[in-house]
């Protein structure tokens, strides 16, 4: 839980550092970003890692465990980075 959370707080910082150079407001894009990363996270956590924690409690295998644990963080970061570079930069062919 305080991985997930040091996470999303890392997201949020690199969010609102990357914004002024897509011409976005800091806040804003700050926040759109800890939002990216705390939706997966919480969709990952209530529809896809209740089956994987059901495989990993009968198999007892530690890998699922950690899979468990800790892919919500993971697929949240890298969502939230595909985010950050494909959304992030506005087009600026409509300005004039």
Not at 17 to 38: C, E, L
Not at 53 to 66: E, G, I, P, Q
Not at 79 to 86: L, W
């Amino acid at each position: 839980m305080i991985i997930g959370s040091i996470a999303a707080i890392a997201i949020l910082v690199w969010y609102y550092q990357t914004a002024p150079g897509f011409d976005r407001n800091q806040i804003h894009w700050a926040i759109a970003g800890f939002m990216v990363y705390s939706l997966v996270a919480l969709f990952w956590t209530y529809f896809i890692n209740p089956s994987i924690k059901d495989a990993a409690m009968h198999s007892r295998n530690t890998f699922l465990m950690y899979v468990v644990r800790y892919a919500y963080i993971v697929i949240a970061s890298v969502i939230a980075v595909v985010f950050n570079k494909i959304i992030g930069p506005k087009n600026n062919s409509t300005k004039v």
